[in-house]
């Protein structure tokens, strides 16, 4: 596994600021983001194969049988999931790939990739968060508080993963992000150490 890139995990309630962040990350060439797969409708100016590949429930169901996720979950009355053939091909190619999913995937993917690292997006509060959410929002109030809620259940199962990391301030967060990964990148059991004898 030394030359395989990271598995990047990155999870938080929405109005954290994942997208942003990961959208900084991926600009590094050696930084991908899975595109996941989802059988809800598309949303806007949403394309298919750019935000997801948008799937009808048998097209997913097939995938599930074919064993083409690395993780799946139901959210809202919809699937989601990883597809697993172009995160493998990217980590072999050394790449780090980075997976933006919810916690029930997250913790999927902890049990059979236990190697991989997984990242939560914290707002600095619950105040700051029902700001932001307001602020960005067309949502209508019901939507609003589903979401506020949904934050809370999320936040409640931040302490699974292995970093928490708030984000008082983007550029300060991709920081940290980044010192996260440069770090995870230096551990000992990644070293080959018998190619350096040999
Ligand atoms: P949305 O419908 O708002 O785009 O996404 C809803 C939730 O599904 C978000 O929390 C998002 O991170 C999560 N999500 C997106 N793709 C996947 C995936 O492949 N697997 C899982 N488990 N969650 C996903």
Not at 29 to 38: C, W
Not at 72 to 101: C, F, H, R, T
Request: proline residues 3%.
């Amino acid at each position: 596994m030394e030359h395989n890139g990271l598995l990047v995990v990155i999870s938080g309630p929405a109005g954290a600021g994942k997208g942003t962040v990961v959208g900084e990350l991926i600009k590094d060439d050696n930084v991908e983001v899975s595109i996941s797969a989802t059988t809800r409708a598309p949303r806007g100016t949403e394309k298919d194969g750019v935000e997801y590949h948008f799937l009808t429930r048998e097209q997913f169901q097939q995938m599930i049988k074919q064993d083409g996720f690395l993780e799946y979950a139901e959210y809202v009355g919809n699937y989601y999931g990883s597809p697993k053939k172009q995160a493998e091909l990217w980590m072999a190619q050394g790449k780090d790939v980075i997976l933006e999913i919810e916690v029930q995937g997250c913790k999927k993917i902890k049990e059979n990739n236990p190697e991989c690292i997984s990242i939560f997006i914290m707002p600095p509060s619950m105040e700051v968060l029902e700001h932001r959410l307001r602020k960005r929002a067309t949502d209508s109030e019901e939507s609003i508080l589903k979401r506020l809620s949904r934050a809370r259940e999320e936040i409640s199962l931040a302490r699974d993963y292995d970093y928490i990391i708030v984000n008082d301030g983007l550029s300060e967060c991709i920081a940290d992000v980044k010192t996260v990964l440069k770090a995870e990148k230096l551990r000992a059991d990644r070293f080959d150490v018998s190619e350096m004898l040999s």
